[in-house]
């Protein structure tokens, strides 16, 4: 399945919208990452452990919204929006969002 974020894929020409879907992950974030991620932030560098789980949350989402879309019989997902957010500064929930317009595309 084709998933791009502009509104047109040279694969085929949209025919048919199908309507938005979504997928969501919610990963909280281990102690023992946010203490090595803490040390990193003072030392400087990247914070591989919370780059990681942003990443399989971001695969997660995505793929998620993909079988929303194969269910609705859906050739691509277009117009692919991801947004990343944080629930709750105490709990270290990291969450993201994935949303899109399913549609068919011509032969």
Do not use: C, W
């Amino acid at each position: 399945m084709i998933i791009a974020t502009t509104p047109e894929v040279p694969e085929g020409k949209v025919v048919k919208t199908l309507g938005v879907v979504t997928g969501e992950a919610i990963i909280g974030a281990h102690i023992f990452r946010d203490f090595f991620a803490g040390i990193t932030n003072i030392i400087g560098g990247r914070a591989g452990g919370y780059e990681k789980a942003l990443r399989e949350a971001r695969d997660i989402a995505l793929q998620e919204m993909q079988l929303e879309a194969q269910a609705r019989g859906a050739d691509a997902v277009v117009g692919v929006d991801l947004d990343y957010e944080t629930l709750g500064v105490e709990n270290g929930m990291l969450m993201v969002t994935a949303s899109g317009t399913a549609v068919k595309l011509s032969a």
